[in-house]
């Protein structure tokens, strides 16, 4: 697990299935973004950027393109 994002999360009150919820996703399919199985969406992105009250870019350096 991308163990910064998870602190992150953690770090606004809230655990994973708190997160998955909010943003209308199953924890199984956060889990799969959160370990890079399956990339972002945009609006993943964004729905989790407003829910953590986090920008894109402070996002995008927890989750940076794979090249």
């Not at 697990?1 to 953690?10: I, P, R």
């Not at 199985?37 to 350096?61: D, H, I, N």
């Amino acid at each position: 697990m991308n163990s910064y994002f998870n602190a992150a999360v953690k770090a606004r009150g809230m655990k994973m299935y708190d997160l998955a919820d909010a943003i209308g996703m199953g924890p199984s399919v956060l889990s799969s973004r959160i370990h890079g199985r399956t990339p972002w969406t945009l609006t993943e992105a964004q729905r989790t950027c407003k829910v953590l009250g986090m920008s894109l870019s402070e996002f995008s350096e927890y989750f940076p393109l794979k090249e």
